[in-house]
């Protein structure tokens, strides 16, 4: 059975806990770790991931969460794909101004470290609100998960637990937010921090010309 975005995260946030702590994340933590509303929440996703056989849990110890040797074996296929995928040779530079010399210079661009931060995802732009942060629609912006942003940042931010939007976030004053578009033509997103969920930062920015 396959996973959804949002099992994925959780399977990636626990692995990251364990790797950094030793031990396995409480439920209060993976919600707070994810920005999900309630514990209610977190429970149904691990219900689900052990019925998918990604995780399971010892019900006599507490912090019991246990990665299955199936994610790990996901996880490591995943690993060897992109290993395979993530370089490019890097021949030089060249000018998008005046002309200069273009000089040979072989690297290799290693496009991993776009995506080594575990659970990030992709997601494809419609509409054109970031247009002049060079963000056009039918883009793809890659996105590292994160609760835990700063003023200015690109983000995906969920209204109300419905509305997702890509835009630059701003803390103001009050408790409210400002979700601001890279379009003169278009007003800003004010809506309180309490019906705001920041579910990530924009890494980088990928368009395919053919």
């Given at each position: 059975m396959a996973l959804t975005r949002r099992q994925k995260q959780v399977l990636d946030f626990i692995a990251q806990f364990v790797e950094q702590h030793g031990y396995s994340p409480s439920y209060q933590e993976i919600a707070e770790g994810l920005g999900l509303g309630s514990l209610a929440t977190v429970h149904k996703h691990i219900h689900a991931l052990e019925a998918k056989h990604y995780l399971k849990r010892s019900f006599n110890r507490s912090r019991s969460l246990d990665l299955t040797q199936k994610y790990l074996q996901m996880e490591q296929r995943r690993q060897e794909a992109s290993a395979g995928l993530a370089r490019v040779p890097l021949l030089g530079r060249i000018a998008a101004g005046s002309p200069v010399e273009a000089v040979e210079n072989p690297e290799n661009l290693d496009l991993g470290?776009?995506?080594?931060?575990?659970?990030?995802?992709?997601?494809?732009?419609?509409?054109?609100?970031?247009?002049?942060?060079?963000?056009?629609?039918?883009?793809?912006?890659?996105v590292e998960p994160s609760t835990e942003v700063h003023d200015g940042d690109i983000v995906v931010a969920l209204i109300g637990g419905q509305e997702a939007t890509l835009k630059r976030f701003y803390r103001e004053p009050g408790g409210f937010a400002r979700l601001q578009p890279a379009n003169a033509g278009m007003q800003p997103i004010r809506v309180p921090l309490s019906e705001l969920q920041i579910q990530g930062r924009v890494l980088a920015v990928l368009r395919k010309y053919r």
């Open positions: 470290v776009l995506a080594s931060h575990p659970g990030t995802y992709a997601l494809q732009v419609r509409g054109d609100s970031m247009i002049e942060d060079h963000i056009c629609d039918g883009d793809v912006v890659l």
